[in-house]
Structure formats: C-alpha cells, structure tokens
RNA sequence: CAUGGUUUGAACCG
C-alpha cells in the first residue's frame, strides 16, 4: 500500500496520470493485488489537478479493474466535488454511496455538511442532520462547524450563527474553530461589529482566540482601512502569547502593501522570523505590481526559484 | 542518497 500510495503521488506531481494507470493495470495483470485505499490518493490528486470529471471515473475505473470503491475512496471524491462546489454531483455520489452498502462516518457527514453550507442549503443540512441521527449518528461540534463554516463562505454568516443553538441543543459548547469560522463570516460579510461581539463573547467564556482567530480580525482590519486598529490587535496578541505564523506575516504585508508601505512590510516578515511561503512571495509581488514597482516584483519572482519555491 | 505516511471543521496572495 504504502509503495502504491507514493507512486501514485510521485506520478501525481508531475501530472503523470496516464502512467498511474499504467502502472495499475500492469499490476492487475501481473496479479498483485491493489489495496483500495489507494485510490483515495488518485482521486485527490485529481481533485489538486483541476480534473473533477477524471476523478469520478475513478469509481468506473475501479469497477473495470474489479474492485470495490470503500468509504474512504467515497469520502475522497466528496471532498473533491465539495471542493469544487460540485454539489448536485456530490449529493449523487452520496447516494451511490449509500446504495453500496455504506453508512455516512464523520468524514462523510463533515464533507457533506461542509458543502450543502457552502452552496448555501440550510434545509438539505437540516435534512441530512435528522437522517443522521435517526441512524443513531450523533453530529459533534465538528459536524456543526463544518456546517457553520460553509455558510459563512456562502455569506450567510447569520444562519450559520443560528446553529449555535443547535449545537447547544445537543451537548457542544463552540469552540475556537467555531468562534473563528464565525468571526470569519461575519469579517468577510462586513459586520466588523458582529465579529467583535463574537470575539468578545469567546473571551467571556474563556474559549482562548488563537493565531486563527486575530489573523482573521486583522486581516478584516486592514480591509477596512483600519490599520492602527489592526496593530494594536496585533500587539495584543502578542501579549497574550500567541504567536504569529507565516499567515499572519502575509495578512500584514498585505495590509502595509495597500497602505504602500513596502519598506515597513518587508522589516515586519523579517522580524516575526517567518519563513516565506509561495503565498508570502504571491502576496509581496501582488504588492510591488499595484506600485508599479516591476523590478522589484520580478526580483523577488526570480528569488522564488532560488529559494527553492517556483512561482505557481 | 531519494520517496512516501489514504479521506473530514476556522484565517492570507493568486
């Protein structure tokens, strides 16, 4: 398996899907046998490669060669199609799935939650939480954040909030991802307010915002033109000992390239010890573009191949 | 020397 895994990835990488499936169909004629699980790698790497429909011919694929999909290759292919916001498919996949034999795990209900939230269909979600329990699978604080999540990427951050009492309802307090999906929303809907209130409540209930949480509310700071709101934030972070992370670099640089403060932004990525990712470099380029600052973006563009990160 | 460690909830550029 674990052979088979990491050629599929190895292929995977460089886009060699035809040759996975050479290397598949070799096996099959030689008789070894294939483990299942490993098409669950396939599928995702689809999935990273754009290709949805090459990713539900797994499944055909995997008829062909005369082996049965398990749940984890179903879960794969869900996430895919949630991924891709492919939900009328994902919800067909879902009922094969179920046809074959196979009961909804976590996996399959956080996948499934995630994306009827994102597409925004609060009554299927609702739907498929009483089928859930009426098969005696109890959703979790996970099951509703994920739920929660994927209506604040909808832009329904207030139906997402009103789950909360769902959630109560049934035993789970919220916890950080909650309050941070949430805030999130609420940013990203442009009611700092509400995010504030959120923020404030989570430290009231002594649910500890983390790195997760202040990079969220700074980064909706600086979009607001709030930048003296977004350092004081950081500086309270600081204080509270949470550290920043190389995301938290990349929202400041953000921040301080819109203000045009390059200069300051660069200073700040050295301090905090960061190191940069292709994201960080994305986003210093991005920057130096809006000043019409070219030598400098394509500096740092040709930097990326010594650092050993090629531009995406 | 190299590669890999199936599948699920929160933040940044593209």
Avoid at 164 to 189: H, N, R, W
Avoid at 249 to 267: Q, S, T
Wanted: include cysteine; aromatic fraction near 10%.
């Amino acid at each position: 398996l674990r052979i088979c895994e990491a050629m599929i990835r190895i292929l995977e990488r460089r886009r060699q899907f035809g040759g996975v499936w050479e290397m598949l169909e070799d096996l099959t004629r030689k008789g070894y046998p294939i483990p299942v699980e490993a098409f669950g790698v396939l599928i995702k790497g689809y999935g990273y490669a754009g290709m949805v429909e090459e990713a539900i011919e797994v499944l055909e694929k995997m008829g062909n060669l005369g082996l049965k999909a398990s749940a984890g290759c179903y879960n794969a292919l869900l996430e895919v199609l949630v991924k891709h916001n492919r939900i009328a498919e994902a919800e067909n996949i879902y009922q094969r799935m179920l046809l074959a034999g196979f009961k909804p795990d976590k996996i399959t209900s956080n996948t499934l939650l995630h994306g009827f939230g994102k597409s925004g269909k609060v009554k299927r979600a609702r739907r498929l939480l009483e089928h859930l329990k009426e098969n005696f699978i109890y959703p979790d604080a996970i099951n509703y954040t994920a739920l929660m999540a994927g209506l604040c990427k909808a832009g329904m951050p207030n139906e997402a909030l009103s789950f909360v009492d769902d959630m109560t309802e049934d035993g789970y307090q919220p916890d950080v991802v909650t309050y941070s999906a949430l805030i999130a929303g609420f940013c990203k809907a442009g009611n700092l307010h509400q995010a504030f209130i959120l923020f404030n409540q989570m430290v009231d209930r002594g649910c500890l915002p983390n790195v997760f949480t202040y990079s969220t509310l700074i980064y909706a700071l600086f979009k607001a033109g709030k930048a003296h709101d977004a350092h004081t934030l950081l500086n309270e972070m600081q204080q509270s000992l949470c550290s920043a992370n190389i995301v938290t670099c990349n929202i400041l640089m953000n921040g301080l390239g819109k203000e045009k403060k390059m200069d300051e932004a660069r200073a700040l990525y050295d301090e905090q010890g960061c190191v940069a990712s292709v994201e960080t470099y994305n986003t210093l380029i991005s920057g130096y573009c809006k000043k019409s600052k070219l030598d400098e973006a394509f500096r740092l563009f040709h930097r990326m191949y010594v650092d050993g990160r090629p531009p995406n």
